[in-house]
């Protein structure tokens, strides 16, 4: 079993940065390929970065290209996502994501099996 719990989120103004964390408990964390998602009200989840076991390999959604950045850090279980020149159609919840199975260009929902609860970013105009 995976736990994974998400922090950093919060209130920006348009133009401004934020780095969110989610961390790993449970099975080991560098078998893990992680993954960002978020969900604005009233729309479907989307994918926003994911990143391989090794870090090697990183993937972006195209709104967010240049902006954000995802790495990890196996040795403190953690992954994160650095979000810089943040817009207000960012606001969403985001979800931390992992999966044992490393399928990087896979950017369904369903190819994550755990879930964090999500933190909120909202940013303002």
């Known amino acids: 079993q995976v736990q994974l719990v998400e922090s950093g989120g919060g209130l920006v103004q348009a133009g401004g940065s934020l780095r969110l964390s989610c961390a790993a408990s449970g099975r080991t964390f560098s078998g893990l390929a992680m993954g960002w998602f978020r969900q604005a009200p009233g729309k479907e989840r989307e994918f926003v970065a994911a990143i391989s076991r090794s870090g090697g390999s990183t993937s972006y959604a195209n709104s967010v290209k240049g902006r954000f950045t995802i790495s990890r850090d196996n040795a403190k279980c953690t992954v994160y996502l650095q979000m810089n020149s943040l817009k207000p159609e960012d606001t969403a919840v985001y979800y931390c994501?992992?999966?044992?199975?490393?399928?990087?260009?896979?950017?369904?929902?369903?190819?994550?099996?755990?879930w964090g609860q999500g933190t909120q970013v909202t940013v303002s105009s």
């Open positions: 994501a992992a999966d044992f199975q490393e399928r990087i260009g896979d950017r369904r929902s369903i190819a994550y099996a755990y």
